[in-house]
């Protein structure tokens, strides 16, 4: 691979709760299982870095949980950017999941959604490396006003843009500004709506076991999906994002790219956990 991917978001710790329902408003619900497990961006990362690629975590993070992340990443061979800041700790997103596999979170980012003014001047990208922004990024805007400052130096890289479910919270001039340098959209069906008429070269819309829908130059290409017995859907994204990072990094075609994405999307969803992407060599026993 000739790149790296830069990643630009937040690193968390998932408080993973695993129960029969979500709970109503003043109730109380006893979890069957309980794991704290480093995830949010480091989900993204340790799947590209299990595909192969060389990875640079350019966000935030701070002390205290702060440790337990960064010994994830040292485990897969992910470099930092900065120091551990002081201004807070590393954040904490609380994952409901229930028995069918599907998860409902609670964010607090912390140190990690705090990005001062000139953090990334440091990071250059190159013009073979793809770098990775989240919607979370934008929701606070001095933090927008640090990417909107540094994107005009990407030029060259590959952008891929994960809005994330809280897309629609992001105020539409801030995000039109962001999506100006943006080359891949990567979201779920229902944050695909949100973003129906925003203007992008590629688009990916992750449509669970029945695959993706890729639109690019004014056509639409269905990528099948790989149905299987989900028991953690918590992550799933993620995997799908670093492991078509790292597929473009390593000159993989898009449509390949998406598919091997796919594959290890539904590789994740088999296994506990947020971080649970295959390894490179996994993924091809699983494709065959």
């Not at 990208?125 to 793809?130: F, Q």
């Not at 890289?157 to 801030?174: H, S, W």
């Not at 017995?229 to 078509?244: I, K, P, R, Y």
């Amino acid at each position: 691979m000739s790149g790296r991917l830069i990643h630009t978001g937040q690193v968390v710790l998932d408080l993973v709760m695993r129960v029969p329902g979500l709970p109503v408003s003043g109730g109380d619900l006893m979890a069957s299982s309980t794991a704290l497990l480093p995830g949010g961006g480091f989900n993204v990362m340790a799947a590209a870095a299990r595909a192969g690629a060389d990875v640079l975590y350019a966000g935030l993070h701070g002390g205290g949980f702060g440790e337990l992340a960064r010994a994830a990443m040292a485990v897969e061979g992910i470099t930092l950017a900065h120091a551990p800041s002081a201004e807070g700790d590393t954040g904490i997103v609380v994952a409901l999941l229930e028995d069918d596999g599907e998860r409902t979170f609670i964010t607090g980012t912390d140190a990690g959604g705090r990005m001062p003014p000139g953090l990334l001047d440091a990071v250059t990208p190159a013009n073979r490396d793809v770098v990775y922004l989240t919607g979370y990024s934008l929701l606070d805007g001095s933090n927008a006003k640090v990417f909107l400052e540094w994107l005009p130096r990407t030029a060259g890289a590959t952008v891929l843009f994960d809005p994330g479910p809280l897309v629609g919270e992001i105020p539409t001039d801030r995000l039109t500004a962001v999506l100006a340098y943006v080359d891949i959209v990567s979201c779920s069906t229902r944050e695909a709506k949100i973003l129906e008429t925003a203007d992008v070269e590629v688009l990916i819309v992750r449509e669970g076991p029945t695959g993706c829908r890729v639109v690019h130059g004014g056509h639409s290409v269905t990528v099948p999906g790989f149905p299987v017995a989900a028991v953690d859907t918590n992550g799933a994204g993620d995997a799908h994002c670093g492991v078509l990072a790292a597929e473009l990094l390593a000159g993989t075609g898009l449509l390949e790219a998406v598919r091997r994405a796919n594959g290890a999307a539904a590789i994740a969803v088999t296994r506990q956990g947020p971080a649970t992407s295959p390894t490179r060599a996994e993924l091809d026993a699983f494709l065959g």
